[in-house]
């Protein structure tokens, strides 16, 4: 029930809206946060747009850590989709994405072009999550200027056609989220990233499992910035309890105020004061490897 409640009403409406738009489109563009690409990616949105060519932006990638970015663009095409890497805030975007939205839809076009229908613009349905990016990335490659309502996740927006140019219209959607995690990883990555409300998890356990996390991958960010050193082996609690210190976040008794330094910590990874960095990397063959021996025990 606690799932079910940070799936409100407005997503099952976009997801019917989503299935009924889904024929009037060319092609899906489905954002992603490149710090977190398959955490990001709305199975509910792949479902409802199958059998459509698929596009994949890898956004905020430059929050996310170079090299792992460029591994995931080689493991979404050689799954057979476009993907470029994007920071939506930076100017002078527009025309790669113009560009690989028509490498990506040529066969649709040479045959428009055989058709006669030379004027017909083509039609792409922009998806993604709450918060990924998605209002910035349609004002960024459609050169728009306009405010957002709200920047909370969840925010309710209407449907809306985005005219880029005489070629290219977008269709906007709000972003939604899918009603049930799989994996409690994913569900603790849309959270540090702040696609999933904050209410849904209390914030020392989200700071505990974010150190964890980052501890085990990047263990020098920690150390540089906390100067915990790279080998404590910590739980996420002593990590916690560490940073707090570290920060002078005591309350009286000399205990550090946990809650303070965990929505303090949370909050610097969003804002990328630890560095570039990333969540999730790409499954490689010899994970795979590892998973297909487990299935045979
Ligand atoms: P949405 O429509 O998908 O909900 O997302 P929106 O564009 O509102 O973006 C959510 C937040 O992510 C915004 O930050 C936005 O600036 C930021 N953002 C979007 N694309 C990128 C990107 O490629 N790189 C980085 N670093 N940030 C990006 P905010 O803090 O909510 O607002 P503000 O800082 O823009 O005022």
Excluded at 51 to 68: F, M, Q, R, T, W
Excluded at 114 to 135: L, Q, T, Y
Excluded at 222 to 242: H, M, T, V
Aim: aromatic content about 6%.
């Amino acid at each position: 029930s606690r799932q079910i409640q940070w799936f409100p009403g407005h997503m099952t409406k976009t997801l019917r809206l989503m299935e009924k738009e889904i024929r009037n489109v060319d092609c899906v563009l489905q954002i992603l946060d490149a710090r977190i690409p398959l955490s990001s990616l709305n199975p509910e949105i792949e479902r409802i747009t199958a059998g459509k060519p698929h596009l994949y932006v890898l956004n905020k990638s430059d929050l996310a850590d170079p090299e792992i970015t460029r591994q995931w663009l080689a493991y979404f095409k050689s799954a057979g989709a476009g993907c470029i890497a994007m920071d939506s805030k930076q100017r002078g975007r527009a025309t790669a994405t113009k560009g690989l939205i028509e490498k990506e839809l040529s066969a649709l076009m040479e045959r428009r072009r055989n058709r006669g229908m030379v004027g017909a613009a083509i039609r792409v349905m922009v998806v993604g999550i709450p918060n990924v990016g998605k209002s910035t990335f349609i004002n960024q490659v459609a050169k728009r200027k306009s405010a957002k309502a709200g920047n909370r996740p969840g925010v309710t927006r209407g449907r809306q056609w985005v005219s880029v140019d005489a070629g290219l219209d977008l269709l906007d959607t709000p972003g939604i989220l899918w009603p049930k995690f799989e994996d409690e990883a994913t569900g603790l990555h849309l959270a540090f990233t702040g696609a999933v409300k904050d209410e849904v998890m209390d914030a020392e356990t989200l700071a505990c499992r974010l150190l964890e996390l980052l501890a085990a991958r990047y263990p020098n960010a920690l150390e540089q910035r906390y100067q915990i050193p790279a080998d404590l082996s910590g739980q996420g609690w002593e990590l916690l309890e560490a940073c707090g210190r570290k920060r002078g976040f005591l309350i009286s008794g000399g205990e550090v105020d946990t809650e303070r330094a965990a929505k303090m910590l949370v909050g610097e990874f969003r804002a990328s004061k630890w560095g570039r960095l990333s969540l999730e990397r790409p499954p490689q063959r010899d994970d795979m490897a590892d998973f297909a021996e487990e299935d045979e025990e």
